[in-house]
T-cell receptor, first 110, second 114 residues
Framework: RKEVEQDPGPFNVPEGATVAFNCTYS??????FFWYRQDCRKEPKLLMS???SGNEDGRFTAQLNRASQYISLLIRDSKLSDSATYLC???????????FGKGTRLHILP | GAVVSQHPSRVICKSGTSVKIECRSL??????MFWYRQFPKQSLMLMAT?????????EQGVEKDKFLINHASLTLSTLTVTSAHPEDSSFYIC??????????FGPGTRLTVL
């Protein structure tokens, strides 16, 4: 099993729809989780941290499921500007590791 | 959020030359800086982790003698690609962290080796 796995997509979603994707991780000792957004040919930008209790920021909701070892990102009322690649990042301080998923490509269709 | 700068943003060089890329944290002290490489349509690949004042830790498969990393201060790390070849052409991104949580990314450097 890969350390961090994401469905590469692309997810083609009509504007206004709700879309969700997951990221699974293999190391149960992982402690910190993040979603980054990366636009084409640009650097990743932090979208949101993922807290154990789940967190919401506007149209974006992130959740952590430790039992099943995955994090999720839900985007409601999707906008054209949400088109990007979404990378999940898993930190395992004990192993001194930061691991990026390969990203999920999202295309919002007009 | 915190600001990380990278310089240059774009560089084109001839095969065999060396290229230095600077990464600076502008408004915070970065205890750890990371260097990534990203080939087209691929994810970021961590090359090395550097802590201020100590030698960088390189990921498996990354040649430390080819990719020289210096983290001389809490706000500056440099990556030197020595004797660059066309296969080194890539997007190089640094990030800085004040701990093992949020990372702040630089804008990246696009290296093209002719």
């Amino acid at each position: 099993r890969k350390e961090v796995e994401q469905d590469p997509g692309p997810f083609n979603v009509p504007e206004g729809a709700t879309v969700a994707f997951n990221c699974t991780y293999s190391n149960s000792a992982s402690q910190s989780f993040f979603w980054y957004r990366q636009d084409c040919r640009k650097e990743p930008k932090l979208l949101m941290s993922v807290y154990s209790s789940g967190n919401e920021d506007g149209r974006f909701t992130a959740q952590l499921n430790r039992a099943s070892q995955y994090i999720s990102l839900l985007i409601r009322d999707s906008k054209l500007s949400d088109s990007a690649t979404y990378l999940c990042v898993v930190n395992t301080p004990q192993d001194d590791k930061i691991i990026f998923g390969k990203g999920t490509r999202l295309h919002i269709l007009p | 959020g915190a600001v990380v700068s990278q310089h240059p943003s774009r560089v084109i060089c001839k095969s065999g030359t060396s290229v230095k890329i600077e990464c600076r944290s502008l408004d915070f002290q970065a205890t750890t800086m990371f260097w990534y490489r990203q080939f087209p349509k691929q994810s970021l690949m961590l090359m090395a982790t550097s802590n201020e004042g100590s030698k960088a830790t390189y990921e498996q498969g990354v040649e430390k003698d080819k990719f020289l990393i210096n983290h001389a201060s809490l706000t500056l790390s440099t990556l030197t690609v020595t004797s660059a070849h066309p296969e080194d052409s890539s997007f190089y991104i640094c990030s800085a962290s004040a701990g093992y949580n949020e990372q702040f990314f630089g804008p990246g450097t696009r290296l093209t080796v002719l």
